[in-house]
């Protein structure tokens, strides 16, 4: 005798995703992560790069920091072109990869770009305005951590060029136990930011794992 649960639950099996296609699903609704918050993240640098050359404007040379901001402000333009086309078209899961790829690349672009700033806009005779800029850089890192958890590598790509050149600058370009300390606490940070940004990624895979198993 035809017992009608045990056709509901077959019927049910047949629509559960294979290994291979949940894991695709998976790196799907990453991508869906990474474009969710880049609003934020663009938010962010529009209103963080105008206000660091704001407070180096009587320090820095104009020029550099004039061309420095026009980056920034266009790659913003970039990423918010690339979000509103992603949305557009809504993807499928066949597809979404190329879609992701295109945003690390600008994740990479935007960690280049503060960490140029740290390098070549930082003042080597102004020490509060290099607090500042660490205080920038850390802040937009640790932006960066909770935008692109979704995948590990958008957390890289943005954090170790954003922070390294600047940890650096501390270490070499300075002689005084302030800049030693400094380059310390930014290479601390940047380890700490990791080991988080680890943690939450393990956290949205397994969420997203149990969610399609």
Same mark, same amino acid.
């Given at each position: 005798?035809?017992?009608?649960?045990?056709?509901?639950?077959?019927?049910?099996?047949?629509?559960?995703?294979?290994?291979?296609?949940?894991?695709?699903?998976?790196?799907?609704?990453?991508?869906?992560?990474?474009?969710?918050?880049?609003?934020?993240?663009?938010?962010?640098?529009?209103?963080?790069?105008?206000?660091?050359?704001?407070?180096?404007?009587?320090?820095?040379?104009?020029?550099?920091?004039?061309?420095?901001?026009?980056?920034?402000?266009?790659?913003?333009?970039?990423?918010?072109?690339?979000?509103?086309?992603?949305?557009?078209?809504?993807?499928?899961?066949?597809?979404? /990869?190329?879609?992701? =790829?295109?945003? +690390?690349?600008?994740?990479?672009? $935007?960690? *280049?770009?503060?960490?140029?700033?740290?390098? !070549?806009?930082?003042?080597?005779?102004?020490?509060?305005?290099?607090?500042?800029?660490?205080?920038?850089?850390?802040?937009?890192?640790?932006?960066?951590?909770?935008?692109? /958890?979704?995948?590990? =590598?958008?957390? +890289?790509?943005?954090?170790?060029? $954003?922070? *390294?050149?600047?940890?650096?600058?501390?270490? !070499?370009?300075?002689?005084?136990?302030?800049?030693?300390?400094?380059?310390?606490?930014?290479?601390?940070?940047?380890?700490?930011?990791?080991?988080?940004?680890?943690?939450?990624?393990?956290?949205?895979?397994?969420? +997203?794992?149990?969610?399609?198993?």
């Amino acid at each position: 005798m035809h017992h009608p649960l045990q056709s509901d639950e077959s019927r049910s099996a047949d629509f559960l995703p294979t290994p291979g296609e949940r894991d695709r699903l998976v790196r799907a609704e990453q991508v869906q992560l990474l474009y969710t918050k880049a609003p934020i993240a663009i938010a962010a640098t529009l209103i963080n790069a105008p206000l660091l050359v704001l407070t180096h404007w009587n320090v820095v040379a104009h020029g550099p920091l004039v061309a420095w901001l026009t980056c920034m402000l266009l790659l913003s333009i970039a990423r918010a072109w690339l979000t509103i086309e992603y949305r557009r078209a809504s993807p499928s899961p066949l597809v979404e /990869s190329r879609w992701g =790829v295109w945003y +690390l690349v600008m994740i990479a672009l $935007a960690g *280049i770009g503060w960490g140029s700033a740290g390098s !070549f806009l930082c003042p080597q005779d102004s020490f509060p305005h290099q607090v500042f800029m660490g205080f920038v850089l850390a802040g937009m890192t640790a932006g960066a951590v909770a935008a692109y /958890s979704a995948t590990m =590598v958008g957390v +890289l790509l943005f954090a170790l060029p $954003a922070l *390294i050149p600047f940890a650096v600058q501390c270490f !070499f370009a300075h002689d005084s136990d302030f800049h030693l300390v400094m380059g310390a606490m930014t290479a601390l940070y940047l380890i700490l930011m990791v080991f988080l940004a680890r943690t939450m990624n393990q956290t949205i895979i397994t969420s +997203l794992t149990l969610r399609f198993e």
